[in-house]
């Protein structure tokens, strides 16, 4: 059973630091990517970052460039979102997500989700 779970959620302040975890189990991940998306209160989804398992190319969306970093381990299956000079508008549900795909550079096509987990950037 394949299952994702998000960590790793909080309250910090304009300016701070946040990472996120997400934990993969069922799959093997070698032809997988994974990504992370998130959605504001009244706004659609955004696919934020991706990262292809195999070799680690990563895509970004622009106003995440320079900020945030996706990688990942492979020991532990487990993907992260390192999140910088976050700001207000920053504050989301951060889902993390996986299909067993190589794009990582697209929001098509993923099949598995996690929870969620809350990140709130107070101004």
């Known amino acids: 059973q394949v299952q994702v779970v998000e960590s790793g959620g909080g309250l910090v302040q304009n300016g701070g630091s946040l990472r996120l975890a997400c934990e993969f189990s069922?799959?093997?991940?070698?032809?997988?990517?994974m990504g992370w998306f998130r959605q504001a209160p009244g706004k659609e989804r955004e696919f934020v970052a991706g990262i292809r398992w195999s070799d680690g190319s990563t895509y970004y969306e622009d106003s995440v460039k320079g900020r945030f970093a996706i990688s990942r381990d492979n020991a532990q299956n487990t993907a992260y979102l390192l999140m910088n000079s976050l700001k207000p508008d920053d504050t989301a549900v951060y889902y993390c997500a996986a299909k067993p795909y190589r794009d990582y550079d697209t929001p098509l096509g993923y099949g598995y989700w996690g929870q969620g987990t809350q990140v709130t950037v107070s101004s």
């Open positions: 069922g799959r093997t991940l070698s032809t997988y990517s």
